[in-house]
T-cell receptor, first 113, second 116 residues
Framework: LAKTTQPISMDSYEGQEVNITCSHNNIATNDYITWYQQFPSQGPRFIIQGYKTKVTNEVASLFIPADRKSSTLSLPRVSLSDTAVYYC??????????????FGKGTKLSVIP | EAQVTQNPRYLITVTGKKLTVTCSQNMNHEYMSWYRQDPGLGLRQIYYSMNVEVTDKGDVPEGYKVSRKEKRNFPLILESPSPNQTSLYFC???????????????FGPGTRLLVL
């Protein structure tokens, strides 16, 4: 199973770059890495997805080393509105062909003025 | 507007009284799933469906039922709710199952359930 491990919480000041790392030692060859953002009492929202190296969109960047056993979500110049829980998700395709998805417990990011 | 809708958004009920939480998506997505979220435990998958008439258990299926008779709808049924099912529930959908499409999910707004 491709279980993920993330820091429970992080604090950052406004305007700083924030990097959140996720470990997924048992990631399978075909698995992608996906990150979500969740505000209190709202459903998670897709941020970014990647397979290897680096992916960038208007919201964030995702860095994946060659061994793919970890990934780092990078948020440039955070603002107070980036205060949320961030989840790293790795696909979990069992040998029986199930397509269960497993979220970790997420990282609670608090942005300080 | 592409969206996942859930109803009701808030529900208070009593132990043993059957209830259904509806979920509907308008994106013609194949894959749908239900999660519950509890403090300190994160998101846990209850059931998922890869397509019409195809469902399977997630991490915490006990006490829940689902059905997928139509592509757009995926109701969650609690036949005999108990207090330990008090939680925040999310429905989600994705374009297809397997690979990056499955992991790009659209979530509904959530249903907050209290079982007394």
């Amino acid at each position: 199973l491709a279980k993920t491990t993330q820091p429970i919480s992080m604090d950052s000041y406004e305007g700083q770059e924030v990097n959140i790392t996720c470990s997924h030692n048992n990631i399978a060859t075909n698995d992608y890495i996906t990150w979500y953002q969740q505000f209190p009492s709202q459903g998670p929202r897709f941020i970014i997805q990647g397979y290897k190296t680096k992916v960038t969109n208007e919201v964030a960047s995702l860095f994946i080393p060659a061994d793919r056993k970890s990934s780092t979500l990078s948020l440039p110049r955070v603002s107070l509105s980036d205060t949320a829980v961030y989840y790293c998700l790795v696909g979990d395709v069992s040998g029986a062909g199930s397509y269960q998805l497993t979220f970790g417990k997420g990282t609670k990011l608090s942005v300080i003025p | 507007e592409a969206q996942v809708t859930q109803n009701p958004r808030y529900l208070i009920t009593v132990t043993g009284k059957k209830l259904t939480v509806t979920c509907s998506q308008n994106m013609n997505h194949e894959y749908m799933s239900w999660y519950r979220q509890d403090p300190g435990l994160g998101l846990r998958q209850i059931y998922y469906s890869m397509n019409v008439e195809v469902t399977d258990k997630g991490d915490v299926p006990e006490g829940y039922k689902v059905s997928r008779k139509e592509k757009r709808n995926f109701p969650l049924i609690l036949e005999s709710p108990s207090p330990n099912q008090t939680s925040l529930y999310f429905c989600a959908s994705s374009k297809s199952y397997g690979g990056p499409d499955q992991e790009t999910q659209y979530f509904g707004p959530g249903t907050r359930l209290l079982v007394l």
